[in-house]
Antibody, heavy 122, light 107 residues
């Protein structure tokens, strides 16, 4: 069974750093890209970027490039989303999502984590 | 690519047909257009990809159609569990984008 299990909710202050995780299981980790998607509670979905797990090649939405970093650890079959300096506007739910098609950079997201709520407040 | 979904809210009764629209500001490459369903407190669920292919385990009452800049999600007969928010997404051109969502509510 394909599973993506994300790390728990976080409460941080502006300027702090944060790394959230997406632990995968039930499939060949390097065979499918993973995307990260942001959602402010009660609002719509925004695609942030994606990572190729074969070589950790990443592509970002320009709206997020330079502010977040997507990475992965094959040994832990996990993907990560990291901020070096959080802002209050980063408060949102963050989802990791595995692509449907093997080896495809352009693919819909067929398996989703449960989401990680990040709250940034002074 | 900006995706505009209409209507914003659809008020229907169980058993009725739902037709949701997604219009793109430019052609969606390779018709890489997906539809997702999201219920409160849950992650999105993939329904349709490449405009008209149903995802695994998705009931046959869900169908997708369209090409280029105009796409439609049809739910042939609404079941109680279908009342939710639906999003379209284009994944043919980066940055990938989502529509703002259509809420299907019980009339």
């Amino acid at each position: 069974e394909v599973q993506l299990v994300q790390s728990g909710a976080e409460v941080k202050k502006p300027g702090e750093s944060l790394k959230i995780s997406c632990k995968t299981s039930g499939y060949d980790f390097t065979a499918y890209w993973i995307s990260w998607v942001r959602q402010v509670p009660g609002k719509g979905l925004e695609w942030m970027g994606k990572i190729d797990l074969t070589d950790s090649f990443t592509m970002y939405n320009p709206s997020y490039e330079g502010h977040v970093s997507i990475s992965a650890d094959k040994s832990r079959t996990s993907a990560y989303l990291r901020w070096s300096s959080l802002k209050a506007s980063d408060s949102a739910i963050y989802y990791c999502a595995r692509h449907v098609h093997r080896g495809s950079a352009s693919s819909a997201s067929g398996f989703w984590g449960q989401g990680t709520l990040v709250t940034v407040s002074s | 690519i900006v995706l505009t979904q209409s209507p914003g809210t659809l008020s229907l009764s169980p058993g009725e047909r739902a037709t949701l629209s997604c219009r793109a500001s430019q052609r969606v490459s390779s018709n890489y257009l997906a539809w997702y369903q999201q219920k409160p407190g849950q992650a999105p669920r993939l329904l349709i990809y490449v405009a008209s292919s149903r995802a695994t385990d998705i009931p046959g009452r869900f169908s997708g159609s369209g090409s280029g800049t105009e796409f439609t999600l049809t739910i042939s007969r609404l079941e109680p569990e279908d009342f939710a928010v639906y999003y379209c997404q284009q994944y043919g051109t980066t940055p990938w984008t989502f529509g703002q969502g259509t809420k299907v509510e019980i009339k």
